[in-house]
């Protein structure tokens, strides 16, 4: 059986800039013909991982995948994010019942300006 933790610490090390933070979580059914491999890293880390367009990530699973065939393995090849995206609703609304009441947004008022719109002219042919 290919040692998959020491694969995959191989080709994404490099590519961190916190390659401490490298989890890397490996399943085998009781047959040993089927593995999941889950893989977690830095958030910071994210864009280095997945590449221009999810490039860097797909070459690494093509790599694990081939090796696991080679092994007579089928693989599930998994990046976990232990801290989800920030921009996400799910996360704002979870974190939305932590919050501090004291930091709640204020409304604040702002003046009105009053901008004269120009005139429309006539066009005479």
Request: avoid cysteine; hydrophobic fraction near 35%.
């Amino acid at each position: 059986m290919p040692d998959y933790n020491a694969l995959i610490s191989f080709l994404l090390k490099p590519l961190l800039a916190h390659p401490d933070a490298l989890r890397v979580d490996f399943e085998s059914n009781s047959k040993s013909d089927r593995v999941w491999i889950r893989v977690a890293f830095d958030p910071e880390d994210r864009g280095r991982i997945f590449g221009k367009g999810g490039r860097t990530i797909q070459a690494v699973r093509t790599v694990v995948m081939t090796a696991a065939e080679e092994a007579g393995h089928s693989a599930r090849f998994e990046v976990f994010d232990p801290t989800p995206n920030s921009n996400s609703d799910d996360y704002q609304d979870r974190n939305a019942e932590y919050s501090d009441p004291e930091r709640q947004q204020v409304q604040v008022e702002r003046p009105r300006i009053n901008v004269e719109k120009p005139k429309r002219r006539e066009i005479n042919n």
